[in-house]
Nanobody
Framework: QVQLVESGGGLVQAGGSLRLSCAAS????????MGWFRQAPGKEREFVAA????????YYADSVKGRFTISRDNAKNTMFLQMNSLKPEDTAVYYC???????????????????WGQGTQVTVSS
């Protein structure tokens, strides 16, 4: 089992940047593929980005491609989401998640992830 804690959210103006962190404890962090999801009020939780165990392969939702960068530091049991050129539509609670299953293609469905953090609020003002 792994415990996940997000941090780094906040209020930022459109065009600004934020860096989210996801600290993991428990079982070996490097044994999990990791993902970021977000959920805006009244909307379903949606995929943002994911990264394989080694960090060599990264995947993004079309809505954030070119603006967000996912990364991980297995030595520090931490995953990051660098968010640049933020837009008001990026406003949501952001969650990190861990997937314990070995898959040929990284998971993009929330239901495929086994462990979740509590979320961190990101608010982008126009």
């Amino acid at each position: 089992q792994v415990q996940l804690v997000e941090s780094g959210g906040g209020l930022v103006q459109a065009g600004g940047s934020l860096r989210l962190s996801c600290a993991a404890s428990g079982r070996t962090f490097s044994s999990y593929a990791m993902g970021w999801f977000r959920q805006a009020p009244g909307k379903e939780r949606e995929f943002v980005a994911a990264i394989r165990r080694t960090g060599l392969n990264r995947y993004y939702a079309d809505s954030v491609k070119g603006r967000f960068t996912i990364s991980r530091d297995n030595a520090k049991n931490t995953m990051f989401l660098q968010m640049n050129s933020l837009k008001p539509e990026d406003t949501a609670v952001y969650y990190c998640a861990a997937d314990a299953t070995t898959r040929p293609i990284v998971a993009r469905r929330a239901s495929d992830y086994d462990y979740w953090g509590q979320g961190t609020q990101v608010t982008v003002s126009s």
